[in-house]
């Protein structure tokens, strides 16, 4: 296939300077003016030191800050909807994975189980309707892969909604997560934690702080995990991990972190439970009706096989240093190396009638459903970036500034290795409702395809906060990245999207796509801001954020009906935000109110006419979204957000499959919260509860299969007691009125993910 190479929109000279200028203002402008963003205790108060936990007072959800300097003013000031996931609230629910933490963020989580036979694997994020996976930071920095992170060191996660390409660069059009590594702290002292729980769940962590000079100190953390999954047989997560770092010049002006990280998964992924029996199901076989009244399948059942497998190493090694020239002027310096592998098998299914057979139809338990979709990925990521900050306080005439400019340098690189079974080999079909997860003998290797991605970037940026007297606040930001994305591959003749074979064999492997893309990627924001009093603001906000092809994965497709061909502009989005923010209680609490419209641009759609694909398709998504995070009083906590999406096809062809123009995967409302309090004794109670509106899965030819999923509600609870200064018991009970819900679908509707059951957890934790 002939090479393609794209040189799309060069960048403005215009553009080049007022950023470059930008950049230099924080070296060249007096100094005059001092800013919170800049004083280092507040930006170590940032790193909140876990292993202090003998505090007199209840848990605190709130935090007021967040770790990326790009983001000049605290949360109350700051005119987006962000939320802070601390460690208090992950650490009393238990939450072992990024996925669980974002539970407390009203309308994110994993509602899509995947297309057809391919099944969605590790964090898997919808936000607002759209894909958010490919935009997790960890430290400010892209995590790149599908898999499932650990919060074992992590000290809070922090989601911005709306339009991030300003702060991040290439991202999903309605957010991003940011992972925030914990550090050494001056102190000596640790913990650890021992759980047990339903589905034979075991996990081990550590977190030990050691200081070994005046400004120096050492932490480490470690986790091991193997667990079951309650309510699913056979599924597995079995890991270890850790994290060393080492920080130099603590409590100095100059701070230097070296943090380390290594991870291993070995699980046995989840490739989910046919839909027969849902509600909404019927026959996908019109001569076999009878199908369309089977009894629900058990949904603790296991259609996978031995053979299954998804083997995760994650390697991380990051340097962090922070110069404080004085309370006006801070720089910080980020380097990154990061590599993933991961390497699946899993299977999949597709409950079509071709693959449900019915010896009998009046009998269910004669019924078998085909192994038929052996799902593999082999796929390597790595990201090698540096990153430069410089934050500035100055005064010009009667406005006060908070700048923050930067930098940044970034070779990500993503190498993909087709995989399938040889020979005709395949596994022997499943009972429906007794399936036996026992065999295996399926012969496979490598078929000879592969496709390898570089992405280079080179970033300039800048921010600034303008104050106006003490009720007028302008927050403007500029970001350009210049990308060149090279990409090529192999394939195999006679496949979807591949050269015909002509003389050749089928399946033989020649050249596929090979592009070169040049382009500069321009996004902005601009928030204005009033403070009717000193502890609240109310604002206006847009943002934009743009995604190229290849961004969510760096791999290239010559399909015209992929996003990721890449002949094609950037996807756009844009968001206009009116909100107002509150400090409450003597400021132990935090209430937000915003109304949100985000629209999404050069979407992809199919001329009825003549049958090709353009880039006319716009979708809109908007609604309001609430939350209130703090202390009601020394002892009492309380994290809570709902929020409503109505999520659209504006232009283009309908995506759901009951031919309405709302987006799949997406409720139209959904609630969170969770509430703990102290008690005189020591002993904490806490619950919560979740909430999520019925979702519509995606437009396919499947015939029978749901066409949307219910409305849900969840409710958990946990308890802690103190058996002395040393020790405390804590029990979490999951799913208290086990609630059976679908909590993911995939496209076809032939799968869903059900949600665990009721479910405990007891955890030792130790302090010493």
Known sequence: MAGITSRKHPTPPSLTRSVAAASLLALALPVHAGTDAADPQVRDARRLPSVEVNATRGADYRADVVDTPKFTQPLLDTPQTVSVITRDLIDQQAATTLTEALRNSPGVGTFYAGENGSTTTGDGIYMRGFDTSGSIFVDGVRDLGSISRDLFNIEQVEVTKGPDGTVYGRTAPTGAVNLVSRQPVLADGGSASVSYGSGQQRRVTADLNHRLAPHAAFRLDVVGQDSGVPGRDRVQHRRW??????????????????????????????????????????????????????????????????????????????????????????????????????????????????????????????????????????????????QTNLSAGFVTGRVIHDLSAGVELTEEKATSVGVAALDGSAWPAAGLYHPDPRVGGLVYGESGAWGRGTTDTATAYAFDTLKFGERWQVTAGLRLDRYTTRFTSMVLCGTRNAPACGTLPAGTPVPGLAARIVDTLP????????????????????????????????????SASSADNPALDPQKAGTMELGTKWDLLDQRLLFTAALYRTEVRNELAQDPVDLQYYQTGRKRVQGIEVSAVGRLTENWAVSAGYTTLEARVISGKAVSNDGSRDLAYTPRNAFTAWTSYRLPSGLTIAGGARHAGAMKRGTDGAVGTPAATGAYWVFDAMASYPVDRHVDLQLNLYNLLDRRYVAAINKSGYRYMPGIPRAAMLTANVRF
Not at 356 to 367: I, M, S
Not at 545 to 555: A, C, D, I, R, Y
């Open 241 to 386: 991990g850790v994290a060393p770092s080492l920080a130099f010049g603590l409590g100095t002006p100059t701070r230097v972190y070296l943090d380390a990280l290594h991870v291993r998964q070995n699980d046995v992924p989840d490739g989910g439970v046919p839909t027969v029996g849902l509600p909404g199901y019927g026959s996908p076989d019109p001569a076999r009706p009878q199908i369309g009244d089977a009894p629900r399948v058990d949904s603790e059942n296991f259609y996978g096989t031995a053979q299954d497998h998804d083997h995760v190493v994650a390697d991380m090694l990051t340097l962090i240093v922070q110069h404080d020239f004085d309370l006006d002027l801070a720089m910080r310096n980020t380097t990154r190396w990061g590599r993933t592998h991961q390497d699946y098998l899993l299977t999949s299914f597709v409950a079509n009638a071709a693959n449900l057979v019915t010896p009998d139809p009046d009998d269910p338990a004669t019924w078998t459903l085909a192994r038929s979709t052996p799902n593999f990925k082999r796929q390597s990521n790595r990201i090698l970036t540096n």
């Open 523 to 558: 996004n902005g924001k601009l928030g204005v801001l009033y403070k009717p009093a000193p502890n609240g603001s109310v604002y206006a906000n847009y943002a934009t954020s743009q995604e190229p092809p290849g961004g969510n994965t760096l791999l290239l497709s010559s």
